[in-house]
């Protein structure tokens, strides 16, 4: 049967490409499963994005990636990785989205959107951006609110309210503020978050110092209605006028999908899915976690340059079990 594979691979990001690659120079034979696009989560990068890290630690499969500049951008991310699997001729199934699964005796039963999967070994490399951490706020459903920033033409000429104070919602708030809003920014620290990168904190610093972006720190925000949003601040509650809200509040895995396949996590703050630090296998056997998703909500210390290494780590270990 055509949908019989030694291996799967749920995720068809950076890692579970990189996965790939790995399987197919293992002689494996192997599928990719991607709920989406290529790169999903890349590809729902802001449009003008340009990455933090530098093009070289984003290579994988050793594939050179070229960029104009030091750091590529989202357009310069997308071709690469559409080019990695291009040369690699990877077996990647997209708009193929991951339901359940279920394990008959020692042959896992994948279920999704187009049909049944079999595999003796599972890697979940699903990252962490399709979902975003919610306010639970009265609000937070309407139209003009989104977790997900794309591009400023959008919002010229508007009001516009910035949640958070992190790399993120930094950017957002200095390229929204040089395309014309009137940008606010909500923030619950004392500060600008201290580890927003060196090229980033300064500018949003002076913008607040000289008022081009309002501020309000030690602030929550209590409520968005359709023309403002009510803000708890130290001098109390207040009442701006608003015409959009971007909450640049963070991202965390799939959990819902976790439970869907039966992944164990640990219960305590971050929720790190449980797996064996040398091999990346999770309780159920021959079951593997790669990439961000490993760090569960402590999504600031893994990314794709530092997950690589998975890769090569459960292949082997696939090979010391099937010999």
């Not at 120079?25 to 933090?52: C, D, Q, R, W």
């Not at 500049?69 to 997308?78: G, H, I, M, Q, W």
């Not at 930094?170 to 580890?195: F, N, S």
Request: charged share 20%.
């Amino acid at each position: 049967m055509s949908n019989i594979f030694d291996l799967v691979i749920i995720g068809g990001g950076p890692i579970g490409l990189n996965c790939a690659i790995e399987a197919k120079k293992a002689g494996l034979n192997y599928i990719i499963l991607e709920k989406g696009v290529l790169v999903n989560s890349l590809y729902n990068f802001p449009t003008n994005m340009t990455f933090f890290s530098t093009s070289n630690l984003l290579e994988i499969g050793e594939v050179p990636f070229v960029a104009h500049n030091d750091k590529p951008t989202r357009s310069e991310s997308l071709e690469y990785f559409r080019r990695v699997v291009d040369s690699k001729d990877l077996n990647i199934a997209l708009y193929t989205e991951v339901k359940s699964m279920r394990s008959d005796e020692g042959v896992y039963q994948i279920e999704t959107s187009k049909g049944a999967f079999y595999s003796e070994f599972i890697i979940v490399a699903t990252g962490f951006y399709d979902v975003p951490r919610l306010l639970n706020i009265p609000g937070e459903s309407l139209p003009k609110v989104s977790h997900f920033y794309n591009d400023p033409h959008l919002l010229i000429g508007q009001k516009l309210l910035v949640i958070g104070a992190a790399n993120s919602a930094c950017d957002v708030a200095l390229e929204a503020y040089h395309k014309g809003a009137e940008v606010t920014m909500a923030i619950r620290e004392e500060a600008i978050y201290a580890k927003v990168k060196y090229w980033i904190k300064p500018n949003i610093e002076n913008r607040i110092k000289d008022g081009s972006i309002k501020a309000y720190f030690n602030t929550t925000v209590k409520e968005i209605t359709q023309e403002e949003v009510l803000l708890n601040t130290p001098e109390g509650e207040l009442t701006i006028q608003n015409d959009f809200v971007l909450a640049m509040t963070g991202y965390q895995p799939n959990y819902d999908l976790f439970e869907s396949l039966g992944l164990a996590i640990n219960n305590d703050e971050f929720r790190t899915p449980l797996h064996d630090p040398e091999t990346l296998e999770t309780p159920l056997s021959q079951v593997y976690i790669a990439g961000v998703i490993n760090a569960g909500l402590k999504t600031s210390t893994l990314f794709i340059e530092n997950t690589r290494i998975h890769a090569d780590m459960i292949i082997k270990d696939i090979l010391e079990k099937r010999s």
